[in-house]
C-alpha cells in the first residue's frame, strides 16, 4: 500500500522549533514539502534527493528550516528553527521523481498534511 504518513506538527512560540516527519511505505526518489497557510495557495518549501542527500528550499525558509532523510526508517524529516507566525499552515511531504521544480502537479503521493501554528 502506497502511503506517506505524516507526524510533529503542533503549536509553537515565534522563535521556536518544530520537526516534522514522513513515513514512507515505498521506496522514494525526491521527499517535497509544501504548506499551505489558511487562504492561501498550497506553496513548496523544500525538497531532498534520496540518492545524494541534495536539497533545495524556497527563498522564505532558506537558512531557518533543514530537510534530511533517514534511510533506515525510509523517513524524511523537516527542521524547522526560527519561526515566524507566516509559517502558520499545514504542511505536506510529497514524492516526485523530477529534480528541482516546486509544481504540485510533479508530486504524485502526498501526505495527509499536518498543522503548523506559530504564535506572535
Known amino acids: 500500500q502506497v502511503q506517506l504518513v505524516e507526524s510533529g506538527g503542533g503549536s509553537v512560540q515565534a522563535g521556536g522549533s518544530l520537526r516534522l516527519s514522513c513515513s514512507a511505505s515505498f521506496s522514494v526518489y525526491i521527499m517535497g514539502w509544501f504548506r499551505q497557510a489558511p487562504g492561501k495557495e498550497r506553496e513548496f518549501v523544500a525538497a531532498?534527493?534520496?540518492?545524494?542527500?541534495?536539497?533545495y528550499y524556497s527563498n522564505p525558509v532558506k537558512g531557518r528550516f533543514t530537510t534530511s532523510r533517514d534511510n533506515a526508517k525510509n523517513t524524511v524529516y523537516l527542521q524547522m528553527n526560527s519561526l515566524k507566525p507566516e509559517d502558520t499552515g499545514v504542511y505536506y511531504c510529497a514524492t516526485t521523481r523530477l529534480w528541482y521544480t516546486d509544481r504540485e502537479r510533479n508530486y504524485d503521493y502526498w501526505g495527509q498534511g499536518t498543522q503548523v501554528t506559530v504564535s506572535s
Open positions: 531532498i534527493r534520496w540518492s545524494d542527500d541534495s536539497t
